[in-house]
């Protein structure tokens, strides 16, 4: 019986499950975030507790990123995962924070057009975004904001659009993502999940890296291989 139940369940729970069902490089592990923290605290741990292991774990999964990229082919990073509720978008907004503490910067862009947080997470309006400016009712310039982190601008969703595959699939797209990588070192983008929507997988097309996040004890092998292979 229990073996039945644990080839039944198909929950990744160890990093060594994931690198052989996965195949890819592992840049880290971050601990699970203690203390019933918001949604807020836990997606800005690396400016809030700098010195916590959990803060650690995301300047670590930084350096492999820039370690593991050539020079030059890091500007722009895509954080995805395989289903909602993995923790990519707190992945997003730390890994930017640990970029900008860096002394790079960063330009957070949230382009999770279905369910955006990034603007709850470092308490900015949301009334104008990325739609705005792919639309052509506001420039670059009026959409991003400055966080109250040194070094790290937000570009918000903005008003969420009734078409957000075939905006983020348009030329208009390619050109604002263009014109970011010209201003900052870096462009971090939080997207939906991969298997949902076909969202993330036009955004991996237009990016130098793609990070995939996984969820001990959550992210089973089926939708991570499926991510995987969609992207």
């Given at each position: 019986a229990a073996l039945l139940q644990d080839w039944m369940d198909q929950r990744m729970r160890s990093v060594d499950e994931i690198s052989a069902v996965m195949q890819l490089p592992i840049l880290g592990?971050?601990?699970h975030i203690a203390?019933?923290?918001?949604?807020?605290?836990?997606g800005m741990e690396v400016h809030v507790e700098p010195m916590s292991e959990v803060s650690e774990a995301y300047r670590t999964i930084r350096t492999a990123v820039y370690f593991g990229v050539p020079e030059g082919q890091d500007n722009t990073v895509l954080v995805t995962s395989p289903a909602p509720g993995d923790g990519k978008t707190t992945m997003a907004s730390n890994l930017a924070i640990a970029m900008a503490q860096a002394g790079h910067t960063v330009l957070l862009v949230d382009c999770d057009f279905r369910r955006p947080r990034q603007h709850r997470i470092f308490g900015l309006k949301d009334d104008v975004g990325l739609s705005s400016v792919l639309a052509g009712q506001h420039s670059l310039d009026d959409a991003v904001q400055q966080t109250a982190v040194p070094n790290l601008s937000l570009l918000p969703c903005g008003p969420i659009p009734n078409n957000p595959s075939e905006i983020l699939n348009s030329q208009v797209f390619a050109d604002t993502i263009?014109?970011?990588?010209g201003k900052f070192d870096h462009v971090v983008?939080?997207?939906?999940?991969?298997?949902?929507?076909?969202d993330a997988r036009i955004l991996a097309a237009s990016t130098d890296v793609t990070i995939i996040?996984?969820?001990?004890?959550?992210?089973?092998?089926?939708?991570?291989e499926n991510a995987k292979e969609s992207l």
């Open positions: 592990v971050v601990p203390g019933g923290k918001t949604a807020m605290a836990r263009d014109e970011l990588k983008i939080d997207s939906p999940p991969v298997n949902p929507v076909t996040v996984l969820r001990a004890d959550k992210s089973t092998r089926k939708l991570a």
